[in-house]
């Protein structure tokens, strides 16, 4: 049960007089997922805002041991090197923490798994007696993380397969963009939405994709603050489509979330232009440019635009090109297609 974790992390400090300790996944770009008690959290906390511009050598250092169980820092690495290391320096010291132990464990649903156990100065270091105490009961935790770790990943299929019932393509994505769970809704839109190796998805034209891409990178840093909205012109044999990214907001990270957004995708089928809420929503158009979308969208030309709005010709297409832009097409006929929900002749 996931929310009995941090309960359990503090009874497992508590075998070696620890002082706290947490549970972390690894992606291969280091991203960190955690759970953990609540002193030692902010550490984590701390360390996730920055981790993409430190290199934390702990959990590689500790696999190339080769080791399979519980090992203490000094074990790893010299205390020269401890002082010296950009992760103990900037975080772990400053919370008052002096000394760490943990275990990595490989998982079959992320790349790694490790927990992770402190102690402060005064509590003096780690010995290999307390390790050998953490080695009994290790086997028991890393079924229970594995188990904890699955019950997220079935929570993401339930989240696809509810908008499977409502009718929506969806996917769940982690932070880096994987796949972690998609509905037969979204696998049928292909080759409009293809899926590629190693859990990557791709969307039909450039733009979009680029914009994809984009909306992706902000999970991870945090700039995707609201709704992504990303625009699929029409086929002859289909309408526009629109895909919108959301940030899978989580209580510090918690590694049993998973993933970090959901994928929905709408088919645009209005026989007129879009009202002018909607234009700003999906794609925060000011006011300006939904008067000029939605001129778009009754096939207004330049001239028109500008003689309607009374404003310049320079204008109009000052604010066609930011409006453009920000739905991902490179000609005003593809806008007029995308806002109209129409298919080309």
């Known amino acids: 049960m996931p929310e009995l974790w941090p309960g359990v992390l503090g009874r497992l400090a508590g075998v070696v007089g620890g002082w706290g300790a947490g549970l972390l996944a690894f992606d291969p770009a280091q991203h960190m997922t955690f759970t953990a008690t609540p002193n030692y959290a902010d550490v984590f906390v701390s360390f996730a805002a920055a981790s993409d511009r430190y290199d934390n050598r702990r959990p590689s250092r500790a696999l190339k041991t080769g080791h399979v169980g519980f090992m203490h820092d000094l074990e790893i690495f010299t205390q020269d090197e401890l002082d010296a290391d950009p992760v103990y320096r900037d975080f772990i010291y400053t919370h008052g923490v002096k000394w760490t132990a ?4 490989p998982v079959p649903t992320s790349d790694l798994m490790a927990f992770d156990i402190s102690r402060r100065e005064a509590d003096g270091p780690f010995t290999r ?3 050998l105490r953490l080695d ?4 028991h935790l890393a079924r229970a993380a594995l188990l904890s770790h699955r019950l997220g990943l079935r929570a993401a299929r339930s989240a696809t397969e509810a908008m499977e019932i409502m009718g929506l393509p969806a996917a769940m994505l982690a932070a880096d963009g994987r796949v972690v769970s998609a509905n037969a809704s979204l696998e049928a839109l292909s080759p409009r939405i293809r899926f590629l190796a190693f859990d990557r998805l791709m969307l039909g034209t450039p733009a979009a994709d680029r914009l994809l891409t984009e909306a992706i990178d902000g999970l991870s840093t945090g700039a995707a603050a609201g709704v992504r909205s990303i625009p699929l012109p029409a086929t002859e044999e289909q309408p526009a489509l629109v895909a919108h990214l959301l940030p899978v907001r ?6 049993f979330a998973m993933s970090a957004g959901l ?4 088919r ?3 026989p007129e232009a879009p009202l002018a809420d909607v234009l700003t929503g999906l794609f925060d158009l000011t006011a300006a440019e939904v008067r000029v979308a939605r001129g778009v969208a009754r096939g207004q030309s330049i001239a028109e635009l500008a003689a309607a709005n009374a ?10 090109k930011s409006i453009m832009a920000k739905t991902g097409t490179s000609r005003q006929i593809d806008l ?9 002749i």
Do not use: H, K, N, W
């Open 250 to 255: 989580r209580t510090a990270a918690d590694i």
């Open 336 to 344: 007029a297609l995308l806002l109209s929900g129409t298919r080309p």
């Open 102 to 105: 943990g275990t990595v464990i």
């Open 129 to 131: 007696e307390m390790m």
């Open 311 to 320: 404003i310049s010709r320079e204008t109009v297409r000052t604010q066609l």
């Open 268 to 270: 645009v089928t209005l």
């Open 136 to 139: 009994r009961l290790r086997p």
């Open 263 to 266: 994928l929905v995708v709408t």
